[in-house]
């Protein structure tokens, strides 16, 4: 082995052990989130609903019907989740966040789920943050799936057969061979045929992790631009609040974008619940898929549309963006995209344990090799003594 790939196996090994604990748990919670939607589908009959010719109940009365089932909480905000689907209305209060499964035909509350006691969430939460604080968290996972994308790329020159005669060898795992030679295989060919898609999920997950990176991925894909007008954030006119109007800001909101998204599937209303705060709004071109998005912003006093951007109209940075959760998680290509990363995260949590075993093996040779050596000097001084 040359100077360069031991010092590049040095830096791969210890890495590895720096990150590997990490990066297991991040995969494996990879793994199981996946298909948290297809899963509490199944669970839960509240979250879906039989299809109606009727039109769907306004936000503000959803809000209300809320409110008055949790009168000590707080409105957070309003998922429309298609004609098959419940939509979700967010209340606080001092039990947690609670998603409210909204009949969204008739109003009908259907099912409280409570977020800090779902078992997905906290998953997620433990993905994305080790169940640390935020702040920290976030730090520690992007940090050790960095160090994760080096022991991919180090991984590959390491690996990588020199003789064309060994390619195919190399590209396929012995299952006759003994067990150290399987666990062998399974780290290196395992790991080669995974890193494309991995450091795609990796980089994804970084970009969720630390904003330099979601922000120099936006200006790379603009060549460098920032457009002001897709990052300008607007602020109500405070001076409004006292008007009373006949119809709330939020069904005004909600039929603006009924009418200029005619094809979304999907509607999510959040923010205005500060003072000068704007109302938001995203439509989504299908249900549970984040990629297509008209986005929208409005005063939440008087309903007025203080900004309208349309998927069609964003610059590349900004659809890239919005791609990068359907991205991560697979569903940009749909069930088979989920099942490729739920393969791909499985094969991620293997390498830091098939990694530790080769290691372990490795530590366990050199003894013998030294025993070996200790009895051949011995028998070369016996020889020369005349024993």
């Keep these: 082995m040359t100077a360069f790939k031991k010092a590049l196996l040095f830096i791969h090994r210890w890495l590895g052990f720096i990150s590997g604990l990490v990066v297991f ?215 409004l609040k006292a008007i009373k109007q006949k119809v709330p800001a939020i069904d005004i909101a909600y039929q603006t974008m009924v009418e200029k998204s005619p094809q979304a599937k999907m509607l999510i209303f959040y923010g205005g619940n500060t003072a000068g705060e704007a109302l938001n709004g995203i439509a989504y071109k299908k249900v549970l898929h984040y990629d297509s998005r008209d986005t929208y912003q409005f005063d939440q006093y008087t309903g007025k549309t203080l900004q309208y951007l349309p998927n069609s109209k964003k610059s590349r940075g900004l659809k890239l963006e919005d791609m990068n959760y359907d991205i991560h998680v697979g569903q940009i290509a749909g069930l088979p995209g989920k099942i490729l990363a739920f393969v791909v995260s499985l094969i991620c949590a293997s390498l830091p344990v098939t990694g530790f075993i080769i290691w372990l093996g490795k530590r366990k040779k050199k003894p013998k090799a030294k025993k070996v050596r200790e009895i051949a000097h011995k028998k070369s001084h016996r020889h020369l003594v005349g024993e």
């Design 25 to 239: 748990i991040v995969s494996i919670t990879g793994c199981i989130f996946c298909f948290q939607d297809e899963i509490q589908d199944a669970i839960h009959d509240y979250r879906t609903v039989a299809v109606s010719d009727a039109p769907f109940v306004k936000p503000s009365a959803l809000k209300s019907a809320a409110l008055k089932y949790l009168p000590k909480g707080t409105y957070a905000g309003i998922i429309y989740n298609g004609p098959e689907r419940a939509a979700l209305v967010g209340v606080i209060d001092k039990a947690g966040y609670h998603n409210l499964y909204t009949n969204p035909y008739t109003g009908k509350i259907l099912g409280d789920d409570i977020l800090q006691k779902n078992f997905f969430v906290i998953v997620e939460h433990i993905h994305l943050y080790l169940l640390l604080p935020a702040n920290i968290g976030s730090v520690v996972v992007g940090t050790a799936v960095i160090i994760f994308v080096v022991l991919m790329i180090t991984g590959i020159i390491l690996w990588w057969p020199k003789r064309k005669t060994d390619r195919k060898r190399s590209f396929t795992i012995k299952w006759n061979g003994r067990w150290r030679r399987i666990n062998y295989d399974l780290h290196n060919v395992l790991g080669f045929y995974a890193t494309g898609i991995a450091i795609i999920l990796a980089v994804t997950g970084l970009c969720i992790s630390f904003e330099w990176v979601r922000e120099g991925i936006y200006k790379a894909a603009n060549l460098g631009k920032t457009i002001a007008y897709e990052r300008k954030v607007f602020k109500s006119d405070s001076t």
